[in-house]
């Protein structure tokens, strides 16, 4: 059986949430084994943020997985409602990194694969030099791929479509001035999604623990009557 499907997304400690609700519909929707990892600034060994912790951290990426393998870079406010296997099937083989390029250029690191071992000059000094202008793609040294339109379509941007990844760049649509989109509903099914749980006799109404939580249960009911 082959390795996990590594992914990483962008952490913002202001926003927990917007990790959660990715990381579940990349889970949920994939045919394969994924390891997902946030990129927490505090754990990386760089310092350097930009409007959000993770805006520099993403290019730590080939790093982390020791320059080897193929890994894909997400912003936290997106969801994926496609299979992420077909994303990492593509040929990859002569390029550093692929992009969605049907969209500013500055949206161009919010989904990232690369190809690792290609990336070897994306070490911590220089992520962390601020003469770098990473969002350039220049240390890529030309060697650009395209991702698919549907893999890194910008709500609020880019004409409503269906697609396999929906990135809110505008803000999360739980919160109230980006709200009133018709691609909302794709991140609230995926953070219904989330959050769901089943009652919990039908998690647990069998195993040995049911019969002290019951006896518990029914001492505190007794209780509340007198």
């Known amino acids: 059986m082959s390795d996990p499907l590594r992914v990483f997304i962008g952490y913002d400690e ?9 990381s579940h519909s990349i889970a949920r929707h994939s045919s394969v ?4 990892t946030p ?20 290019f730590l990426v080939p790093f982390l997985c020791g320059y080897r ?15 992420i296997k077909n994303l990492f099937g593509q040929s990859i083989s002569q390029m550093a990194v692929h992009v969605m390029q049907e969209q500013p250029k500055f949206e161009w690191a919010s989904a990232m694969l690369f190809n690792n071992y290609i990336c070897k000059n ?5 992520v962390e030099d601020g003469s770098n202008k ?24 880019a004409k409503p479509k269906e697609a396999k990844l929906y990135h809110y760049t505008q803000g999360l ?12 509903q794709h991140w609230h099914a995926e953070f219904d999604a989330a959050i769901h749980t089943v009652p919990w006799s039908e998690l647990m109404g069998n195993s040995v623990h049911a019969e002290p939580v019951m006896r518990r249960f029914k001492e505190r009911n007794e209780h509340a009557y007198h």
């Open 14 to 22: 202001r926003q927990p949430l917007a990790f959660t609700v990715l």
């Open 33 to 36: 084994p994924v390891s997902i």
């Open 39 to 58: 990129l927490i600034l505090p754990q990386l060994p760089i310092k350097r943020r930009g409007l959000t912790s993770f805006t520099y951290s993403r």
């Open 69 to 83: 393998g193929v890994a894909l870079f997400l912003d936290a406010d997106m969801v994926v409602t496609g299979d």
């Open 122 to 126: 994306l070490t911590p000094e220089f």
């Open 134 to 157: 990473l969002f350039d793609l220049e240390w890529a040294r030309g060697r650009v791929g395209t991702l698919p339109p549907e893999w890194n379509h910008c709500v609020g941007y």
């Open 173 to 184: 649509p739980c919160l109230i001035e980006p709200a009133g989109l018709s691609e909302d």
